[in-house]
């Protein structure tokens, strides 16, 4: 087929062309394309014979009207992924903009063979190139190719230069360049848009599809998160219908056991909406104890193959922002009908526990239940009553049953990494009021750890029924990152054994040997860098962190989609009630046939929604930081460095947090050899080192609040770092007559006159 050489300047591109043709309300022939573009002369002879070959390829039907609008689907059309249902991909035309009210066809999407060159699997909001056909199933589509997302990228803020030109400046720390805006879509400077290329290249600019507002102003920042990362976040009125019928039904007396005259609380966070989980205890006259944890019956609401189901399915999981939550079901279950609200009959999925005197769970079994929760306790408040000593008694129960269950754990020898968790607290107008490490109590171990062992037990107890499981799967750390710690702990000093077996307790005792604490929490950061990543499966591999064979999520079923397929597992392996169907809702039983059939895709995808929740909310923190830095650029701070590249190391303020960088090029006249090894770089001349760990003073050069970036800089000659652990300062040496910043090699090649051929990096590379 012939093909153009290049491209005649003002000459549409194909997907231009097709998004024209579907758009336009009127038959779009090449007089109208001509027209809408305003081509002449020879481009539009140019513009004949991108028809011919559009026509040739099948993307238009080849008449002289081009496309003529019917109301169905082009043979070949862009599309843009709506929703992944156990991890099948579902579509809808990009440009669907219909006559009437009629709703957009939604395509099942295929991927292709797998093999080399195919595209990276498909997630929602990505937007491709297919080959359409109606079948008695309904419509399919095959992939051609994947086009350059929406989002991705794509977001910035509106930027006009004094030639009246619009540029994009993006709001992903990762993309560097500002784009040429080819149709600002309304927006005007200083606005947070959204934009999707104008055609190909970086030269094509691109075109503004949707405004979002002041990018500075109180919850913004949740929104670029949300936006950037394609997080569903309104739900569909056939889902909020069904959930205010849902939240209507009425819990049965008969078939659910009635707990309504035990005192048990739900200890939360003080600002906490959604309570899962509420726990109770009590001597059992033996030196244990008889204790319960009531979690949320989400699963007698929310009925497989409902409305409701494939939205929270599509969700994962609910995604928490400093100023806002994206729950994973509407509000009036999230926050109302589901929560165990004090002095509310609530429906609960009961998990009743034998706590041996040792600590160790010798017996469990589930019900449905009715409860009546006593109290709605903060972490703070709850702690407070038990220092004070005037705690009531169903207080002081758990407690002493948690001291039996923390003995367990201790014998367990879980891994023990106590990483500071910033917290970013918000005043009435959504300002920031305070960015602050949280504090860990003992209230929030107490919680913990009964949700470990009900975790636990219903992993056990659909194990011993031979019934599905969602695991909650962490392996152990490969041998691979293994040896880079080896490596790692040798610049320190320190030595590790391969040859023994890995287990948690090999870390810990790691760690308590490191005194010193600048060490230690350098050492704490290379230890969960060699973790592998949690995930979900149906397939047990234990659970290392937590040092144990078998473990599954059962205690969060309001947030966590996983929680709530174990839930229905249990429904099935304990033959509980299962109630009929209520008008148009199905009827709430176990775990569906599909389900069942397929359990490793569903597994899968919600593996894949809580990792992009886990970076939406990372980003987000991260943006607030760079906001409360923002009014403090030049003042110095005391920083510890966290992870060093060629190109420059990362440093964070202690006792708040936010990573920046400090480039190779801003630390003075001589050339900088990295030690990869070491994970330092080291002056060729002077000897000075920067290393992960080493504490100095450095000046907040730049605090970006759109990105999230920082980036520090050494506030003059006379800066001092302390080094971590024992490792003496290094001797100064004369001064050479080098390149100003610029790193050399780790093992400098011989120059054509027998010195060095010292090399500049230009690379980027990842935060530590």
């Known amino acids: 087929m012939a093909r ?133 199933r309904g419509w399919t589509a095959h992939v051609m190719k994947k086009l350059p997302a929406r989002t991705e990228g794509l977001m910035g803020v509106v930027e006009i230069d004094k030639s009246g030109k ?30 999707e290329p104008a055609g190909r290249g970086h ?47 009425p819990l049965s007396e008969d078939r659910r056991e009635d707990l309504r005259h035990l005192p048990i609380v739900a200890i939360d966070p003080a600002d906490a909406r959604d309570h899962d989980d509420a726990i109770w205890a009590k001597p059992d006259g033996a030196g244990g104890y008889d204790a319960l944890v009531a979690i949320a019956d989400v699963s007698f609401y929310v009925r497989p193959g409902s409305e409701l189901d494939r939205e929270a399915r599509k969700r994962g999981n609910s995604v928490y922002f400093p100023d806002r939550v994206v729950p994973m079901l509407p509000e009036v279950l999230s926050a109302d009908v589901c929560s165990l609200k004090e002095g509310e009959d609530r429906a609960a999925m009961a998990c009743h526990l034998t706590i041996a005197p040792d600590g160790k769970v010798t017996k469990w079994r589930f019900t449905r239940a009715t409860v009546r929760i006593s109290h709605n306790v903060a972490y703070e408040d709850a702690q407070a009553a038990i220092d004070g000593g005037d705690a009531p008694e169903h207080l002081r129960n758990l407690w002493s049953a948690w001291k039996l269950l923390l003995a367990a754990r201790t014998a367990r020898d879980p891994l023990e990494l106590d990483l500071p968790e910033r917290q970013v607290r918000l005043d009435e107008q959504g300002k920031i009021a305070e960015i602050a490490v949280r504090e860990r109590l003992d209230a929030h171990r107490v919680v913990e750890d009964f949700m470990i062992a009900a975790n636990v037990a219903a992993a056990k107890a659909l194990e011993s029924k031979k019934a599905p499981v969602v695991y909650r799967v962490h392996e152990t750390p490969s041998r691979e990152k293994l040896v880079a710690l080896k490596e790692y702990l040798a610049t320190f000093g320190r030595s590790m054994a391969l040859g023994q077996v890995v287990t948690p307790g090999l870390f810990n005792r790691m760690l308590k040997d490191v005194t010193d604490e600048s060490e230690k929490a350098q050492v704490m950061e290379a230890v969960l860098r060699t973790q592998t990543q949690a995930y979900y499966g149906p397939a047990n591999a234990g659970h290392f962190g937590l040092a144990l064979g078998s473990y599954a999520h059962f205690t969060s079923p309001i947030r966590r989609y996983a929680d709530l397929l174990v839930h229905r597992a249990l429904v099935d392996a304990y033959a509980l009630e299962q109630p009929k169907p209520a008008g148009d809702l199905p009827p709430a039983t176990g775990l569906s046939d599909r389900d069942r059939a397929d359990l490793g895709k569903v597994a899968e995808a919600i593996s894949k929604a809580e990792r992009r929740a886990m970076e939406a909310e990372r980003d987000t923190i991260d943006r607030y930081v760079a906001a409360w830095l923002a009014g403090r650029v030049g003042e110095t701070f005391a920083t510890r460095i966290t992870g060093v590249q060629s190109f420059g190391f990362f440093a964070t303020i202690v006792g708040l947090g936010g990573d920046g960088l400090v480039p190779v090029s801003t630390l003075g006249n001589e050339y900088y050899r990295y030690d990869e090894a070491a994970q330092a770089l080291v002056g060729v001349d002077s000897g000075r080192r920067f290393a992960p760990g080493d504490r100095l003073e450095l000046r907040l050069g730049e605090a970006n609040a759109l990105t999230g970036a920082l980036k520090f800089e050494l506030p003059g000659s006379e800066s001092r770092i302390e080094p971590r652990g024992d490792r003496p300062a290094p001797r100064a040496k004369p001064k050479g007559n080098h390149a100003k910043g610029k790193p050399a090699n780790n093992k400098p090649a011989q120059g054509k006159r027998g010195r060095p051929a010292n090399i500049r990096h230009q690379g980027r590379g990842k935060k530590r």
């Not at 758009?23 to 809408?36: L, N, Q, T, V």
């Not at 009629?102 to 093999?115: D, H, M, N, S």
């Not at 149709?183 to 947070?192: C, N, R, S, Y």
């Open 4 to 136: 153009m050489k290049r491209t005649v300047h003002g000459l549409p591109t194909r997907e231009q062309i097709l998004e024209f043709i579907q758009s336009s309300d009127k038959i779009a022939g090449k007089r109208e394309i001509a027209k809408a573009f305003g081509l002449k002369g020879q481009e539009k002879i140019a513009l004949k014979k991108r028809l011919k070959d559009m026509a040739e390829e099948g993307l238009i039907d080849g008449r002289k009207t081009a496309y003529h609008r019917m109301g169905g689907v082009p043979k070949v059309t862009v599309l843009r992924v709506l929703e992944i249902d156990d991890g099948e991909p579902f579509a809808i035309p990009d440009a669907w903009q219909p006559d009437d009210a009629t709703p957009p066809p939604r395509l099942r999407v295929i991927e292709g063979k797998k093999g080399k060159g195919r595209h990276a699997a498909l997630k929602v909001g990505d937007r491709v190139l297919a080959r359409t056909e109606e079948t008695g």
């Open 166 to 195: 619009g540029w994009l400046a993006p709001v992903d720390k990762r993309v560097r360049q500002s784009s040429p805006i080819a149709d600002l879509g309304g927006a005007e400077e200083g606005q947070l848009v959204l934009a």
């Open 203 to 249: 030269r094509a600019g691109v075109n503004v599809v949707e405004v979002l507002g002041d990018p500075l102003a109180p919850k913004s920042f949740s929104l670029i998160a949300i936006a950037k990362h394609g997080i569903p976040h309104v739900f569909p009125e056939a889902a909020i219908e069904e959930a205010k019928r849902a939240a209507k039904l």
